[in-house]
Nanobody
Framework: QVQLVESGGGLVQAGGSLRLSCAAS????????MGWFRQAPGKERELVAG????????YYIDSVKGRFTISRDNAKNTVYLQMNSLKPEDTANYYC???????????????????WGQGTQVTVSS
């Protein structure tokens, strides 16, 4: 069992930055593909960014390309999401998730992920 704990959310003005962190328990973090999902009220949960278990492949949804960066530190069992140039439409609850299937790339469907954090709220004011 893996436990994921997100931190770093908050309220920020449009154009600002936030850095989300997700700390994982257990000794197998390096074997998991990690993803950051978000869900806004009335909308489906969507994968914002993902990083493969070896770190060599990343995925970004089109709306965040060039603004968000996902990274991982396997020595610290932590995955990060650096969010720059934030927009009001980025407002959502952000969830960290782990996929133990060791795909070559990054799975984009929420159903592919086995473990989830509790979420951290990001609110961007205009």
């Amino acid at each position: 069992q893996v436990q994921l704990v997100e931190s770093g959310g908050g309220l920020v003005q449009a154009g600002g930055s936030l850095r989300l962190s997700c700390a994982a328990s257990g000794r197998t973090f390096s074997s998991y593909t990690m993803g950051w999902f978000r869900q806004a009220p009335g909308k489906e949960r969507e994968l914002v960014a993902g990083i493969s278990w070896r770190g060599g492949r990343t995925y970004y949804i089109d709306s965040v390309k060039g603004r968000f960066t996902i990274s991982r530190d396997n020595a610290k069992n932590t995955v990060y999401l650096q969010m720059n140039s934030l927009k009001p439409e980025d407002t959502a609850n952000y969830y960290c998730a782990a996929d133990r299937a060791q795909h070559i790339g990054v799975a984009t469907a929420a159903g592919s992920y086995d473990y989830w954090g509790q979420g951290t709220q990001v609110t961007v004011s205009s």
